[in-house]
């Protein structure tokens, strides 16, 4: 982003997939004085940290899609990189590592994304999460608000009666959208959606297996590893491994399933592109 505003062009995220449609109603809810809740997508699979290309190999066959891509959306790591973006575009943070995750359907949104005072699983307000059920392939952001002509307005409204009310899009339509991002670039110079002044969050890695010194790590999608998501200031100080740099990299120890990768662990591919311009990142960026 600080490059492009260097060279007077605009750098963003196409509109159409679940970050973009996330900002817009965050964008929305925001600008008409709610407070967010909570923000988030629907998951169309069941969970499996454990899913590999090989074990989805016939669904992929029956559903026409790729392995590897249908195991990155199985195992988490799709949803994880982009509850990231989220949080990085809107400043809102996961309520713990990982996120909740909670079997819910939509009507049950505004409740189960509740303060745990209230009956919900938050510990705070002010977050990014995701819920499996018929929420997919829908955005939400759950929001509230102290105002008392706003609440009376939303209950007669049929928006229910509080404390969080739920804003939430059906859809997202992919590339269909994205030519909206590039008007929006071109003839107003803005964002669909780009990380703020600093990142937040950062998605990191886990082992999907044990995992042993010398291997060289295959990327998401596969059989090594899956992404999580965690604060970006808890991520630097424990020096856990980004996502994105953990294809190619060598492992210089053992690592046990389950257990979070970290920098020192491994030996960076010196080749990619992603490892040259995370660099560049921490150097105009340099972590809190």
Do not use: W
């Not at 159409?16 to 998951?43: H, M, N, Q, W």
């Not at 990380?195 to 998401?220: F, M, N, S």
């Amino acid at each position: 982003k600080e490059l492009a505003k260097d060279k007077g062009i605009v750098y963003t995220v196409g509109a159409g997939d679940e970050p973009g449609a996330i900002k817009e109603l965050y964008d929305f809810a925001t600008s008409v004085g709610f407070r967010v809740v909570a923000a988030g997508k629907g998951k169309n699979n069941p969970l499996d940290r454990e899913a590999t290309p090989e074990s989805l190999k016939d669904i992929a066959l029956k559903k026409g899609v790729n392995p590897k891509m249908l195991c990155e959306f199985v195992d988490g790591s799709k949803t994880m990189v982009e509850m990231t973006a989220v949080a990085n575009a809107t400043g809102l943070l996961p309520d713990i590592r990982g996120m909740h995750g909670p079997k819910c359907n939509v009507e049950e949104l505004a409740s189960v994304f509740s303060l745990k005072k209230n009956g919900g699983v938050l510990e705070k307000e002010g977050v990014v999460d995701y819920a499996i059920g018929n929420v997919a392939p829908g955005v939400f952001v759950v929001v509230t608000t102290d105002n008392k002509r706003l609440i009376k307005d939303l209950e007669y409204m049929s928006m229910g009666k509080g404390p969080n009310y739920l804003l939430y899009r059906p859809y997202h339509l992919t590339s269909i959208e994205i030519p909206i991002s590039v008007a929006r670039a071109f003839l107003y110079k803005e964002p669909t959606i780009v990380c703020k002044e600093r990142p937040v969050a950062e998605a990191i890695t886990v082992a999907k297996r044990d995992l042993k010194a010398g291997k060289v790590i295959d990327g998401i999608g596969r059989f090594d590893i899956y992404g999580s998501i965690e604060k970006a200031s808890v991520a630097f100080e424990e020096n856990l491994l980004p996502l994105g740099l953990a294809e190619g990299a060598v492992l210089k120890e053992n690592v046990k399933k389950g257990e979070y990768i970290r920098k020192d662990q491994v030996e960076l591919d010196e080749n990619s592109v992603l490892v040259n311009l995370r660099r560049l990142q921490e150097k105009v960026l340099p972590p809190l």
